[in-house]
């Protein structure tokens, strides 16, 4: 919905007076038919259901606006200005597009890139876990999006799968009564047409231990940690979990419960940046659907799927697997209120040719040809041709960067003696990202946990999750992420940055806000800018910082001073002073 309200601001700039609201008070059918030629005439749209779609989060956007129902002439008049009179008129495409499911293969090589491989600038490692996380339960329920994260049409709401639609339990496995699982059961409220109303189906989640990469109950677990969720005072460490949660002889299950104060947060929320430009987890807002679907976009481009889809394809392969079902218990899973609804998620996936020649069903190369996987390259360019690359080269400004950097090779051959020793002086930790590969490696073993002692997948639960909180508290810029690469070996950590640090800045290029950050990185708390105005634009841009800070003041940045300062202009006078950082 801020997208549709962007686009109402911009066509309504253009009428007299410039103001949205007084036109969505005064709303016509002409008025309509103009905002939809003006869309038409401003973006590529070549499919009628493309236009039914912008038209749709049209009204649902004047809705949530007005706080009242399009009226009924209007909105019969829209039928006709839509699938008549603009299709004709702009000769729009009537044929319907797809876009292919996704299998358990997919879903198995997309969580491992998302996490081990792919170079997307995720603003908090939050916002990537809850990415693979959606995918797997729209796998796992066939649920919509809308009914996980934010939906769209309702962003004014603010609703999205809360803490109170989770319940969690340690139980005794039927068919061993001595071995211990955890069990959860989901509810889904916002299932659309029957948001919030009616009886909402309940889905049932147990551990998965083959892949620990693809369990969702573990995700789960770590938001718990994370949102201090638990309700136990004695549940603060993964091991807690299983050491205080047995269950007593005469029970088949312990509840494990949440706070009373956090079951009307959403577990999936946005990123935002605090007061001081840190991109943390917003404490209430969830995270909505267009910010998933722009980083599911980059994410499958990355993996090098042919078609990027949207989160759908997630919910069109678990359709895939419900097509023997009946009729009413696909309903029910789907979400549908007529069965046949569920044709438009399911293309032909039988061996037709081989029934009618009575051979056995090539099933492996139908499902081949069914599923994404079938167009997916790994190894898809991601950047320019030799021939784009080559026409490059004669660019001026290239030709200057390239001088300066046969410059900057030469101080530094003539200060270290060789490139080797001056890479080996710039000690780069390469924690967070050993950290990142063996949580990889511990998730994604792909094994057969009938042969596997129970032992064996607790401990590797627990380590799971130990790794995964340790990387919550890590922030790694996304050009340093770029400048490392796995598998190489990793130089000792380095000695804590608020350790000994001089007083003074030797080249007046740290910023002293990240020198201050204990969550980000140590190797970038102490980056220096190649350029005063580098460095400027860094601290007014990434930062913010007001004009006046709140009582007492600010206190210093700088590693190992508290030094006060009422304003902005005090807090630079004090680093131009103290620290030599003229800002």
Partial sequence: MITQSYIVNSFTKHLEPPDYKHWLENTTIRLIEGFARW?????????????????????????EEMGRELPQEIG???????????????????????????????????TYHLLTACDIAFPTIRTLFQLNTVRKMMTSTSARPGTLVESSGYAKGNDALKWKDIELFMVKHPEDLKCQVLLMRVTHRLNKGKRNRGVSPVFTYTERNDNLGLCVIQDILMYAFLDDAFDSPYIQSPRDIWRVTDVPDHRFSTPIHFKK???????????MKDESGIWVTDPVGAYRYTQAQEYEKAASACAGFKEKGSLY????????????????????????????????????????????????ARNALISLASNASLTRDASAPQELTA?????????????????????????????FNSIKKAAEAQDIDYKHLKKLQELADLEFKNRDADTIDDKEF????????ELRLELHKLHVPQPMKRLIKFGKAGAKAKKNVNQDYPMESKTGLECPVCLG?????????????????????????THKLQTFFKSPGRPCDWPGYSFACVSLPGYMNHLAKSHKVLL
């Fill in 261 to 271: 104060d956090v079951q009307e947060i959403p577990v999936f929320r946005r990123a």
């Fill in 39 to 63: 869309y038409l005439s401003e973006h590529e749209i070549n499919h009628q259901s493309g236009l039914q779609t912008f038209i749709r989060f049209f009204r649902m956007y004047w809705r």
């Fill in 517 to 541: 950050r204990e969550d980000l990185h140590p190797q970038a708390k102490q980056y220096r800018f190649s350029r005063k105005d580098t460095l400027r634009r860094h601290f007014d841009n």
């Fill in 76 to 110: 019969r008049g829209l039928t006709n200005l839509v699938n008549v009179k603009l299709t004709q008129e702009f000769n729009l495409d009537l044929t319907g597009k797809t876009q292919p499911s996704v299998n358990i293969d997919d879903l198995l090589f997309t």
């Fill in 313 to 360: 394809k997630y919910r069109k392969g678990a359709a895939a697997n419900l097509r023997h079902f009946d009729e009413y218990s696909r309903n029910i899973i789907m979400g549908h209120k007529k069965g046949g609804t569920f044709a438009h998620y399911v293309s032909v996936r039988d061996d037709t040719q081989s029934v009618f020649m009575q051979t056995p």
């Fill in 387 to 415: 021939a784009r690359k080559e026409a490059i080269e004669t660019n001026p400004e290239l030709q200057m960067l390239i001088r300066g950097c046969a410059s900057t090779r030469e101080a530094l051959i003539s200060k």
């Fill in 458 to 465: 607790l401990e590797d639960r627990i380590r799971s999750l």
